[in-house]
């Protein structure tokens, strides 16, 4: 059996858009802050089982002025007294995602994990708009999550 080339394009042109089991008409729903803190913890989950992370104390051992890019003014915001508000904030523990070696390193993402009791969240949630700020993302709500993370460029 021959196919036309109209015939060829035809199905190309299927397969390049896909089929889904409902059609896209606009009316879905956008994911719920649980749904977003779920697939966040999931993400990190994968993430800390790397070898490219490391504790962030750790890493500023190695990487004194480590940055997270820039604020409003253009200077750099460094990651060392970011990490000091967290921790007195009460994050169980900050990691630092990273690519590069030595010198060439540089941060990719940043997750906190978080703590259980809700005192210590408050205070950690009071921080997050100003990390959603550097990372360039929307805020997100305590729903019970486990992790917060902010990628960076």
Known sequence: MVCSRFACALLCAVLISGCSKSPDDGTSAPPTPEEIAAQTDLTCAEILKASNNMVAESWLKSHPKASLGGNEAGLPVLLSP????????GASRVVVQFSGLERDARILALIVILP??????????ALEPELSALAQRSSVPDVGQKHL???FE
């Open 82 to 89: 970011l990490v000091t508000k967290l921790k007195l904030a």
């Open 116 to 125: 259980a009791d809700a005192p210590s969240r408050e205070k950690l949630f």
């Open 149 to 151: 993370l902010y990628a």
